[in-house]
């Protein structure tokens, strides 16, 4: 799924508005998460990606915690959509 296919989903009159939304940023954050996680696949030793990987996983995991908590249902629909595992409460 790319930016572009996630964005045309969204109505035009929308679309500068949802731009700062949790569910976009979250989606942008998963893009990024894959994108760096093939790249270390093949450079094992990049350990400045590995932190920025380590910073964006803890970026995406407060937004996720916090869009559990405000709307339940739209965080189910979310995380199914782009195949990422459930957070877990502590």
Known sequence: ???????SVIS???K???KGSVE???F???NK????SSHLELHKKDY???RGLRKILGKRQRLL??????NRVLYKELISQLNIREIKKR
């Open 24 to 26: 976009f940023q979250v």
């Open 12 to 14: 035009q009159e929308e």
């Open 48 to 50: 400045s990606s590995q």
């Open 16 to 18: 500068e508005e949802k």
């Open 1 to 7: 799924m790319t930016k572009n296919s996630f964005i």
């Open 33 to 36: 998460i894959r994108r760096l």
């Open 65 to 70: 915690a916090y869009f559990s908590k405000k």
């Open 28 to 30: 942008c954050f998963t």
